[in-house]
């Protein structure tokens, strides 16, 4: 069992707008919609949407824009999704790892034991796709964690 189970079309929407972006030099970032799940007394997390809207970007820092919070709720309540599950950003050229900012943005905005970190660098490939990975955070801890992508939404 892993700890977070993450949609192949969630990857493929985030891939999209990464490559976009780094073809910029820029970092980018969106929402993670899902759902905290149990299977036989052990948790994990369920992650089927990923939403975005205009992000203020550097190479090397991220964040949405005033304007972008109108679209992303527009977003959210049009696909009906259940809750959101944390965060995903991209480091393009510089791997995958929380930085300081990383973790403060975690520790303030996504603070519950189910809430993930995707992190990608869209320039870097492993098995056929982006390099990603997922982090788990608690306070200025965090941990690399467990995940499989899945083809179809888990019942």
Partial sequence: MYD??????VLTKAEAHFTQQARRGLEAMGL???EPRTHEGKP???????????NNASSVSVRF???AF??????FHENKSKVIVGWMHSHPGYG???SHTDLATQE???PEPFHVALVADPTKTEKGRMLFRAYKASG???????????ERRMQ
Avoid: H, P, W
């Avoid at 200025?140 to 899945?150: D, F, G, L, M, P």
């Fill in 4 to 9: 977070v189970y993450v949609s192949n079309d």
């Fill in 32 to 34: 993670l919609a899902g």
């Fill in 44 to 54: 994990y997390t369920f992650v089927e949407e990923y939403f975005t809207a205009q």
């Fill in 65 to 67: 824009s005033d304007a």
């Fill in 70 to 75: 109108t679209e992303l709720v527009k977003q």
């Fill in 96 to 98: 995958c790892f929380m």
């Fill in 108 to 110: 303030k905005y996504f």
């Fill in 140 to 150: 200025k801890n965090y941990r690399e964690t467990s995940y499989a992508i899945v």
